[in-house]
């Protein structure tokens, strides 16, 4: 062997550890997206907007009904999943309760049933009262409520971050009203 010719094994070597560090770079490009991302994305403007889900007219005193509203954060490809279903509950013409339409437990769909005045959830039989607390069944806690308020003889909602556990029906009785804000 001669002084500058590299032998088999280093040859070796030195290809798995440059195999390595692209592997490594690979990783590590979502890794430290994700570490930085609260301080490179900013929030979309949709967040922290109201928005109405139709006329007083429309959620008759004393009913529960369903009503739909485009999400604010939508993304071109979104297409009809954008669409998201809720529960207005009309206590006595100015006050209400605003649900949203999946199970605490895992999320499926609970349906109004006004004969028993109960939320049910078809998936694994999760039962709500009409105030959203929680019945039977396995969820922990009452249906989760979005905050809501009444402008122009409109109901508006406050929809950008889904609701958390934070604020489930079964913490807090009666809806969450906003006072005070304006509609953006």
């Given at each position: 062997?001669?002084?500058?010719?590299i032998s088999r094994r280093a040859m070796l070597v030195k290809l798995g550890l440059l195999l390595n560090a692209v592997v490594a770079a690979i990783l590590a490009v979502p890794i430290v997206r994700y570490l930085l991302s609260p301080a490179i994305?900013?929030?979309?403007?949709g967040y922290e907007s109201w928005l109405c889900l139709g006329g007083l007219d429309?959620?008759?005193?004393?009913?529960?009904r369903l009503a739909t509203y485009r999400n604010p954060v939508v993304n071109p490809w979104d297409g009809e999943t954008a669409d998201i279903a809720c529960w207005v509950r009309n206590l006595d013409g100015q006050n209400f309760q605003v649900f949203a339409?999946?199970?605490a437990h895992l999320g499926c769909p609970v349906r109004w049933f006004p004969q028993s005045s109960l939320f049910m959830c078809p998936c694994h039989g999760g039962a709500y009262y009409?105030?959203?607390s929680r019945a039977s069944g396995p969820p922990e806690r009452g249906l989760f409520q979005y905050r809501y308020k009444v402008e122009h003889g409109k109901?508006?909602?406050?929809?950008?971050?889904?609701p958390t556990p934070g604020r489930a029906a079964n913490t807090t009785r009666g809806g969450t009203r906003c006072e005070g804000t304006t509609c953006a």
């Open positions: 062997m001669m002084g500058n010719e994305l900013e929030r979309k403007p429309q959620f008759p005193a004393g009913q529960t339409v999946n199970c009409q105030d959203g109901l508006l909602i406050q929809a950008g971050e889904m």
